[in-house]
């Protein structure tokens, strides 16, 4: 079956530091992998999506971006954090036959 | 481009109440509708779905059936649980396959 990890779970980065939060899936093949953010009270942001290596989409310019280092492997990086990143960090997979997206368990971010 | 409208929150119930979410898209095409669940502190799990006009999707007593003609897909469940706090999330397909996603609706149900 299908997994998705993320990690860190919860992380509290002082502004102006360097972001890299991690997304793994196993159990499936070139899957279509996606970034969003839930800010606090609010619902999703789509930032970045990937349909395969070194193809990755971005939503919304920011101060935020993605890689795609392995297949089943996606990175959300930032050179220098701002207060306003602060939020619950969710990456998606789904399969190209099939919309439906499979969430990981979130990364709470805190920006000080 | 495609949006997803849903009720605002937090709709507050007391157990074994009927519950009604509402959710109404607009979409070129025939978009694909979902509801997603995600209770604190996770992240969102796929509730139910529908595929094409006049399907019904159902899983753990929530149902909701996919409305061509009013572009809607309320999701209702006829006797609520205070294990049902959650918040709901409606989406639905754009024609490149994305989910354009409602601003939720946070469900409280009290014993």
């Known amino acids: 079956s299908q997994t998705i990890h993320q990690w860190p779970a919860t992380l509290v980065q002082p502004v102006g530091s360097p972001l890299s939060l991690e997304c793994t899936v196993e159990?499936?093949?070139?899957?279509?992998l996606y970034w969003y953010r839930q800010a606090a009270g609010r619902g999703l942001q789509l930032l970045f999506y990937?349909?395969?290596?070194?193809?990755i989409s971005s939503e919304v310019p920011q101060n935020l971006s993605a890689s795609r280092p392995q297949d089943r492997q996606f990175i959300l990086s930032s050179k220098k954090l701002l207060l306003s990143d602060s939020g619950f960090y969710l990456c998606a997979w789904s399969v190209s036959d099939n919309y439906e997206q499979y969430f990981g368990p979130g990364t709470r971010l805190t920006v000080t | 481009g495609n949006s997803v409208t849903q009720m605002e929150g937090p709709v507050t119930l007391s157990e074994e109440a009927f519950l009604t979410i509402n959710c109404t898209y607009t979409?070129?095409?025939?978009?694909?509708l979902f509801w997603y669940v995600q209770y604190p502190g996770e992240g969102l799990q796929l509730l139910l779905k529908a595929t094409k006009a006049d399907d019904k999707g159902s899983n753990k007593g929530f149902e909701a059936t996919y409305r061509k003609e009013t572009t809607s897909f309320h999701l209702e469940k006829g006797s609520v649980q205070v294990s049902d706090s959650a918040v709901y999330f409606c989406a639905s397909t754009d024609s490149w396959g994305k989910l354009q996603f409602g601003a939720g609706t946070q469900v409280v149900v009290t014993p």
């Open positions: 979409a070129t095409g025939y978009p694909s």
């Open positions: 159990g499936t093949s070139n899957p279509n």
């Open positions: 990937s349909i395969g290596i070194d193809q």
